[in-house]
T-cell receptor, first 111, second 116 residues
Framework: GDSVTQMEGPVTLSEEACLTINCTYTATGYPSLFWYVQYPGEGLQLLLK?????DKGSNKGFEATYRKETTSFHLEKGSVQVSDSAVYFC??????????FGRGTSLIVHP | EAGVTQFPSHSVIEKGQTVTLRCDPI?????LYWYRRVMGKEIKFLLH????????ESGMPNNRFLAERTGGTYSTLKVQPAELEDSGVYFCASSPYRGRNTDTQYFGPGTRLTVL
């Protein structure tokens, strides 16, 4: 079945550092790929998505590129802020409308 | 516009007790979903309502879990009797029916359930 593997956290960075959170997936067909973010005390929010190979999703300075050849969808940001501290979930949706999530990666950004 | 709300935010109960979680979706959203995240693991789908009907309950772990959505508005998820392995964060999400962005589910903050 479908699965998503993302790097374990927590990831701890200083403000303005570069961020990469790795995500790889296993799926049949051509899934859509997503990154969700959960800020403290809030629900999951869709951060960005990509629906086909080589698409790049971007939002709030975050980017991720759908790489079919490596089955990856790594999340990147060039300069993180304290306000980016949150838990980030990689997810895919194949033929079903129900997303398959990764385990989540906690990001802690220090001033 | 109010988002998805869940109550309570935290619940601590003893094994064998009953707990009822509530979810209020975004007004007008016909689709309502329940998910669960056990500590450090993936968020797993539990079930899906379209209005008051259960569309898909393939993720419900066992018959100790009962979900209802009376009148197609808010939903409750009851765990009776609770077991230790039921501990985790229970998320609710909603989405509009045949809306322009039907692929976007709006999540609530979750209810953290701890069974001792």
């Amino acid at each position: 079945g479908d699965s998503v593997t993302q790097m374990e956290g927590p990831v701890t960075l200083s403000e303005e550092a570069c961020l990469t959170i790795n995500c790889t997936y296993t799926a049949t067909g051509y899934p859509s790929l997503f990154w969700y973010v959960q800020y403290p005390g809030e629900g999951l929010q869709l951060l960005l998505k990509a629906t086909k190979a080589d698409d790049k999703g971007s939002n709030k300075g975050f980017e991720a590129t759908y790489r079919k050849e490596t089955t990856s969808f790594h999340l990147e940001k060039g300069s993180v802020q304290v306000s980016d501290s949150a838990v980030y979930f990689c997810a895919l949706r194949g033929g079903s409308y129900i997303p398959t999530f990764g385990r989540g990666t906690s990001l802690i950004v220090h001033p | 516009e109010a988002g998805v709300t869940q109550f309570p935010s935290h619940s601590v109960i003893e094994k064998g007790q009953t707990v009822t979680l509530r979810c209020d979706p975004i007004s007008g959203h016909d689709n309502l979903y329940w998910y669960r995240r056990v500590m450090g693991k993936e968020i797993k789908f539990l079930l899906h309502f379209v209005k008051e009907s259960k569309q898909d309950e393939s993720g419900m772990p066992n018959n100790r879990f009962l979900a209802e959505r009376t009148g197609g508005t808010y939903s409750t998820l009851k765990v009776q009797p609770a077991e230790l392995e039921d501990s985790g964060v229970y998320f609710c999400a909603s989405s509009p029916y045949r809306g322009r962005n039907t692929d976007t589910q709006y999540f609530g903050p979750g209810t953290r359930l701890t069974v001792l």
